[in-house]
């Protein structure tokens, strides 16, 4: 444990591009060797307009992390926040408890709060409006969403008292976990479904996706699932049954072009159907 907290206390921003597009590239071969569903779409022209919406969620990540790094600094100087308050333990334990903290509030809660909110529904519409899911999904968001996001992390840090190698340790492994789930695989039903228990697994996150209510309204988990399960959020749907995008944007133009998706907040709100 003493080596990952070293190495993720000053991970170079460098290494952490680098996991980003290791990741993507990784999932994306498989996909192409072996996908799930056989799109037929250009997949470079997909991947283009993804990566878009990942681009500028660096860059509103990079604009603003001074933010989280001195909320992470103050709580830990301060002894604020749960993990502060707790006895000292595990430091194995510590960290499985405060990645499954921050998982709560910077990953959940933020997902079911814009799945609530139809101000911030409009913002996180642009993740839902993809109808070719696979491993460039992951970080498409809207910049307004990205800020969002960005908020609900670090009231997580502040919340939890989060040290910044755990910070920096949860974004690693929420970076992977959402190419994985969002990745155009299969894995065998049985391994899908035992993973699920513990992680977010691809069939449990493609469910998300499914094009209408309520199945649009669960899983929200990013990496681990024991939320879903806990708040009652966890459903499942045949494989064979799934269809992806959302049902007010089922449209070529409307959910694959880049200055649409951008503007669709600011549009008149259309009600999905349940």
Not at 37 to 66: D, E
Not at 149 to 169: D, E, K, Q, Y
Not at 225 to 245: A, E, P, Q
Not at 257 to 267: A, C, R, T, V
Request: charged share 15%; proline share 4%; hydrophobic share 45%.
């Amino acid at each position: 444990m003493n080596e990952i907290i070293h190495y993720f206390s000053s991970i170079p921003s460098s290494h952490r591009a680098l996991i980003l597009a290791g990741g993507i590239a990784f999932f994306w071969l498989i996909e192409t060797a072996v996908p799930f569903f056989k799109f037929g779409y250009n997949k470079w022209q997909h991947a283009g307009l993804n990566i878009f919406f990942t681009v500028t969620t660096m860059i509103v990540n990079f604009c603003l992390a001074l933010i989280l790094l001195k909320t992470a600094n103050w709580s830990t100087e301060h002894h604020f926040g749960i993990l502060n308050w707790l006895p000292d333990f595990n430091p194995w334990l510590y960290a499985i408890v405060g990645l499954l903290l921050l998982d709560l509030i910077g990953a959940y809660t933020v997902h079911v709060v814009e799945h609530k909110v139809r101000f911030l529904w409009r913002f996180h519409l642009i993740h839902h409006t993809d109808t070719y899911i696979d491993t460039t999904s992951a970080n498409r968001h809207h910049p307004g969403e990205s800020v969002l996001r960005f908020i609900f992390t670090t009231l997580g840090v502040l919340m939890v008292g989060s040290p910044m190698w755990m910070v920096f340790l949860y974004q690693t492994l929420s970076v992977v976990a959402t190419q994985f789930n969002h990745a155009n695989i299969v894995l065998p039903k049985k391994l899908d479904t035992l993973l699920s228990y513990f992680i977010v697994s691809p069939d449990m996150h493609k469910v998300h996706h499914h094009y209408v209510l309520p199945y649009t309204d669960s899983n929200y988990g990013n990496i681990f699932s024991v939320w879903d399960r806990l708040f009652g959020t966890f459903k499942t749907l045949d494989r064979d049954k799934l269809v992806y995008g959302v049902d007010t944007h089922m449209k070529p133009e409307e959910n694959n072009k880049l200055w649409n998706l951008l503007s669709i907040p600011f549009q008149k709100y259309r009600s999905p159907n349940s």
